[in-house]
């Protein structure tokens, strides 16, 4: 069996065939702790959701483009490459000459797989670049509130999320870590790209054996690891400001705060008090007054904030907290209270944010800029806040508002989607089935028969990487890694980069896409780049032969922790923030210039829209977490044995308390009904007192399979609603939503989504199984 190296987005491997061509994998020797992830690859290399042949939908091949109800539960035919890139490329044009290049929208979010060349989003701008531009998305649904929040307040975002303390630093110098979302290790496998050793699960470990006090704050007792030494604070999800206020009220009723820190190092502290104090609204955000929010009794918030004032406090807050409506609120409140204590810019104290979201934040791997395809600029300027996809489609023409500016939504004609599954990522998905009967025409390129690729008019196969070649290094990665190729393409499966240059050289931009380069002269062309740069610093890279042989190169070590803080702290003259005032901005009167109730100037308790106590909450009473999941990449090879193992009566399992499931009738195993006025999904029930009763945990990812507005399989977003995080922002919501269970006692449905759509073949397969190349 030959062995070749490769990576994904949870870490490094080798893989091989062996003799009846099942897929074998085997972490990296070095990796110290391997992702569980990794036994996903194996069953869905040969999945037979994988996409077989280039397919067009039914009713765009008898009708043409328009809208079209049909379109997500129209069957496919499947074509020839040569047909499908016609039919494409002429649809490309006609939308272009008809309606411009903004009516092409090619923000196509999403993680696709790892592989810097052939990185599916990276080739779709450019090759929509090199054709004139397209509308394109801006931010994440990871980070989106927080990524423009944050630069408001603290100058930058990406300093902030990704170059705060390192984990060495914490564990030597921190005597209290505050985790508000907690440190949930199964997150910490995962980093774009991916990397080759997972440095975090061992600095977890060595928290737990100095000792370092933690206080998880999360409805969920597993967001921290066993064998670290916490207090589980069970807070009620979305109230962690109305906490954070308490803490800081404390602080500075009992004088507990550092004047001098705020002075000389922030603006707009004196308001932010005023408004603990209830000078405004007459309401003193005090614990007492916490306490009936967050439903942690007053004494202990007390408690945690002498604490927090007597030890050296890191507060970390997960991407989770601002993943919610007023989502700027909490990160804002964390940094305030974070400069009442006065330790932003010491070792180990001060603010952090993304701690357990992802393996990069806290590492210690180099910081270096791997080889990657340009994409070129975009001559379109137009673009939207990436989780306003649906409001995209459904209201051309209409006015919102982001980040101080009013803006107007494009008339989208195409879309165009390679490397994402929207029907995964976004919210209240039944919305989003009826945005995506708005336009022309929708693409998607992807390997597998997802939800979003049934709701296409174009399906065209891509690749994964185990069938082509590429290299591959995540943020903070030890190594770049040379992805061999290990199979075969699947069926007629192209890369996406054949499937461009396809298109490119029909509408003429075949040169400006290729450049006359093969994959491989492109991986030895930006390999060569690179390592010139790096030869000229002085550093010794191999030739790219020796490179690919070697299979792997170790990037050279760099310091880990430069932080932006403890250089701001040093000296706040010449290392001034790029905020307005150069400081930390509590208050920031930039903010409040904007006039948005939803996000005014300084941070504020707001109380979600859909909220318990309302009359909306006694039909829905119980708060679900929609969460990452801890089998699998988002929805990426849920037909794989980890993300199988993880289902329950065959769907994807729900955590409840057991007292909610008692009043429920509801035992460990059964199939449940989860429902609100949006749509309903099927569950398995696990029953768990690591959650607070009231709250309910149902992680992302299960492949969505609608039938009429309930999915059968377990996806949470037909459930959460299609709402921005504010007016500042328009960040994704998804995290929480509020619903009822009830026991599903009907015959279950069948899942559909674990084999292909239905598909008629006017060119049948060969006797032997294998098609004609197209
Ligand atoms: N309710 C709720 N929803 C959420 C969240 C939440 O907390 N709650 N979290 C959000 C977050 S943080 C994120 S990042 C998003 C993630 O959302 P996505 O990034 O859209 O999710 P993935 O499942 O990773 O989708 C990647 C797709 O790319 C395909 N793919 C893989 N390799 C290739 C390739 O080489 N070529 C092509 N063409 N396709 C490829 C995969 O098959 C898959 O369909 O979800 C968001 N949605
Ligand atoms: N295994 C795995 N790891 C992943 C991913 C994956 O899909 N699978 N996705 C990756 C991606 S793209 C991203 S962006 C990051 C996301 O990183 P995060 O957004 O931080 O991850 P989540 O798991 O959604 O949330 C972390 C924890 O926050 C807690 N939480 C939720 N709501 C509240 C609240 O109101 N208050 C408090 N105090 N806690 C709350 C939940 O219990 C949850 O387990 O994860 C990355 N890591
Ligand atoms: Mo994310």
Redesign the pocket.
């Known amino acids: 069996m030959d062995v070749t190296p490769s990576t994904s987005h949870w870490g490094a491997f080798s893989a091989g065939l062996d003799a009846e061509g099942r897929l074998r994998v085997n972490p990296h020797p070095s990796d110290p702790s391997p992702s569980p992830?990794l036994g996903n690859l194996p069953g869905s290399l040969r999945h037979p959701t994988r996409v077989a042949a280039p397919a067009i939908r039914r009713g765009w091949l008898e009708r043409g483009p328009g809208p079209d109800q049909a379109r997500g539960h129209d069957e496919f035919v499947e074509v020839e490459w040569d047909e499908a890139l016609d039919l494409l490329a002429a649809e490309l044009r006609r939308v272009r000459d008809a309606h411009g290049n903004e009516a092409i929208f090619g923000g196509s979010y999403g993680?696709a797989s790892a592989g810097r060349f052939h990185h599916a989003q990276s080739q779709l701008h450019r090759f929509l670049n090199a054709f004139g531009g397209f509308t394109s998305s801006r931010n994440?649904?990871?980070?989106g509130t927080s990524a423009v929040l944050l630069p408001h307040v603290v100058g930058s975002a990406d300093e902030v999320l990704r170059k705060a303390s390192s984990w060495p630093t914490i564990v030597a110098n921190t005597e209290l870590l505050v985790a508000?979302?907690?440190v949930?290790e199964?997150?910490v496998?995962?980093t774009p790209g991916g990397v080759t050793r997972h440095h975090t699960p061992g600095f977890l470990g060595r928290l737990g054996e100095r000792g370092v006090p933690v206080a998880l704050?999360?409805?969920?007792r597993?967001?921290l690891p066993a064998g670290l030494h916490a207090r589980w604070y069970p807070?009620r999800?979305?109230?962690?400001t109305a906490l954070m206020l308490a803490l800081a009220h404390t602080l500075a009723a009992e004088c507990l705060h550092d004047p001098d820190f705020l002075d000389r190092y922030c603006v707009g502290y004196d308001e932010f008090e005023r408004y603990l104090f209830g000078a405004a609204d007459g309401v003193v955000k005090d614990a007492e007054w916490a306490s009936a929010i967050t439903e942690l009794p007053a004494a202990d918030i007390v408690a945690l904030a002498r604490r927090m004032a007597s030890s050296r406090t890191f507060i970390t807050v997960?991407?989770?907290?601002q993943?919610?409506e007023h989502g700027e609120q909490p990160v804002w409140a964390a940094i305030a209270l974070a400069a009442m204590l006065g330790q932003i810019g010491l070792p180990g104290g001060g603010f952090g944010h993304?701690y357990?979201?992802?393996g990069e934040i806290g590492d210690t791997g180099p910081d270096l800029r791997v080889p990657f395809l340009p994409r070129r600029a975009n001559p379109v300027r137009q673009f939207i806040p990436v989780a306003r996809i649906a409001d995209l489609l459904l209201n051309p023409g209409e006015q919102y508002d982001y980040d101080g500016a009013r803006r107007t939504y494009p008339d989208i004609r195409l879309v165009y989607w390679a490397g994402g599954n929207p029907f995964h990522h976004h919210q209240d998905l039944n919305r989003l089935r009826s945005a995506f009967t708005r336009p022309d025409t929708v693409v998607v390129q992807d390997p597998f028969w997802t939800a979003t690729a049934r709701h296409a008019d174009f399906v065209l196969p891509a690749t994964v990487p185990l069938e082509r070649e590429d290299f591959g290094s995540g943020r903070r990665d030890t190594h770049l890694i040379a992805m061999h190729r290990v199979a075969e393409p699947y069926g007629r499966a192209r890369d996406d980069y054949a499937i461009l240059s396809g298109l490119a050289e029909r509408l003429g931009i075949g040169q400006r896409f290729t450049e006359g380069r093969t994959p491989r002269d492109w991986l030895e062309h930006l390999y060569g780049e690179w390592r010139q740069s790096l030869l000229s610093r002085g550093v010794e890279v191999p030739a790219f032969a020796e490179f690919w042989s070697a299979g792997e190169y170790r990037l050279p070590a760099q310091n880990a922790d430069r932080t932006l803080f403890a250089e701001f702290r040093r000296d706040p003259v010449r290392h001034r923030l790029r905020t307005p005032s150069g400081k930390i901005e509590i208050t920031s009167e930039h903010v409040r210039s904007f006039g948005y109730a939803d996000c005014p100037g300084h941070p504020v308790w707001l109380e979600p829209r859909e909220w318990l106590g309302g009359a909306r909450a006694t039909r829905f009473p119980l708060h679900l977490?929609a969460?990452?999941?801890?089998t699998?990449?988002?929805s990426q090879l849920d037909g794989g044995a980890v993300s199988q193992a993880g289902k329950v009566a065959g769907r994807e399992a729900i955590r409840i308390h057991p007292a909610d499931a008692a009043a429920r009738g509801i035992a460990e195993g059964d199939l449940v009904r989860v429902f609100n006025e949006r749509g309903a999904c099927l569950a398995g029930a696990l029953l768990t007192t690591d959650s607070r009763s009231g709250v309910v945990?149902l992680p992302?990812?299960a492949w969505f399979d609608p039938l009429g507005s309930l999915c059968v399989h377990g996806n949470p977003n037909v459930l959460t609603a299609d709402v921005p995080s504010s007016r500042l922002s328009q960040g994704c919501t998804g995290?929480?939503v509020l619903v009822e269970i009830e026991r599903y006692a009907e015959k279950p449905p069948v899942l559909t989504i674990g084999s292909p759509p239905m598909i008629t073949r006017e060119h049948p397969p060969n006797p032997d199984g294998t098609h004609a190349r197209g």
């Open positions: 992830l993680w994440t649904y990871s980070t508000f979302g907690g949930p199964k997150n496998f995962v704050i999360s409805p969920l597993a967001d807070i999800p979305a109230t962690d997960t991407w989770s907290l993943r919610i993304g357990g979201s992802m977490i969460n990452q999941p801890s699998r990449l988002h945990q992302t990812g995290q929480h």
